[in-house]
């Protein structure tokens, strides 16, 4: 009975350290797993806080405890680029993509390199591999549209950008991009369109109002154009150029207190833009302002001596408004060295008036 029992006693012992025998490896190996997450992360925020030595020292131990981790090979390679290595950030980043061939993103890492480096042909074919290996990877097509755009292939990249309208579409990116190509190419309506889906999704798009108020200055639909530089500049208060269009607007339909205004402010972010003295010039003189007018006008020729149409100007408010001629012709004088053409001036200073 007692043998019975010793036997008993060995074979259920025997079992026990075969059943045990594979989970000291599992335990040490799942252990190991846990620290190379923990490095990678670190690694991580580190990187998100800039300090990039430290980053890419987390991450090589990640690497090290985890060699198969593709996303830790990615993370290396985004710190390796960030430390202007982009030979070794092209290492990490296609090693990623051999340990994960449908790595997208890490497809879309290794193009944005070969873009700095300077190798088109090979950013175009990581990002397409990367569309190849997931159609709905936005931000590849969006970096293979302006690639082709920094080619010159404009009918490339509207292709492009109008294939990411399909996944996204109302991609603000995408959307101002397309209006900006076909505007170059004089389809006026195809790029009011997409400024039409752009800023009706994305009210505060500042530079798609702007855009809109441009194309629709030059069709001479001026209560659109104002319109619409007044939203780009509720957008973006600092969007000088609306600023002026729309002051530029205000003074051709005789309103000079809405033009002082926007002129006022486009000297407000950019006290050197000549163009917007000189408007004021203008205005003050109509509005009898004259000393105002005076200043602004010497203010614009200061900023721009070759500004010839300030220098006619000025030598109008010399003649007229100060009935002072000698100051005047100076103007004119210089007006005309500039190129400027105008028979009473020419009359005025004398023949050829050079």
């Known amino acids: 009975m007692n043998r019975l029992l010793h036997y008993r006693a060995a074979v259920l012992f025997a079992l026990c350290l075969a059943l045990a025998a594979p989970v000291a490896p599992a335990l040490a190996a799942a252990e190991q797993s846990d620290a190379a997450q923990r490095h990678y992360e670190r690694g991580a925020g580190l990187l998100r806080k800039g300090d990039l030595p430290a980053a890419a020292e987390a991450v090589r131990k990640a690497i090290e405890l985890n060699p198969s981790s593709a996303e830790a090979y990615r993370l290396l390679g985004q710190i390796l680029f960030k430390e202007r ?14 340990l994960k061939p449908k790595y997208a993103e890490a497809l879309n890492d290794l193009a944005e390199v070969y873009l700095a ?16 290996v997931n159609p709905k990877h936005a931000e590849s097509y969006l970096d293979l549209a302006k690639a082709y755009e920094q080619r010159h292939e404009s009918s ?9 309208l399909t996944v996204v579409p109302n991609q603000p990116e995408a959307l101002f991009a397309l209006a900006t190509l076909y505007d ?6 195809a790029a009011s369109d997409m400024l039409r889906r752009l800023t009706k999704s994305n009210p505060k798009h500042a530079n798609g109002w702007y855009l809109n108020g441009r194309i629709a200055e030059r069709n001479n639909d001026l209560i659109e154009a104002a319109y619409s530089y007044k939203q780009a500049v509720a957008a973006k208060p600092d969007l000088v150029d609306a600023h002026y269009n729309l002051g530029f607007i205000y003074r051709s339909q005789g309103k000079p207190n809405e033009a002082e205004r926007e002129f006022l402010e486009v000297l407000r972010y950019r006290p050197e833009y000549a163009e917007a003295h000189m408007n004021l010039g203008v205005i003050y003189t109509g509005l009898n302002r004259l000393e105002e007018a005076e200043q602004s006008y010497e203010r614009a020729v200061e900023l721009k001596p070759d500004y010839a149409e300030a220098h006619y100007n000025l030598g109008v408010f010399y003649e007229l408004n100060r009935k002072d001629l000698p ?28």
């Open 156 to 164: 490339d990249a509207l292709r492009t950008y109008q294939r990411l």
């Open 117 to 132: 480096q300077g190798k088109s042909a090979e950013a175009e074919q990581a990002l397409t591999r990367a569309i190849d």
């Open 184 to 189: 170059g190419q004089g389809e006026a309506k």
């Open 327 to 354: 100051k005047a012709l100076a103007q004119y004088h210089r007006y005309l060295k500039l190129g400027g053409r105008d028979d009473r001036v020419e009359r005025i200073v004398g023949t050829g008036g050079r």
């Open 85 to 98: 290595n982009p030979s070794e950030a092209v290492e990490a980043f296609t090693h990623a993509v051999k």
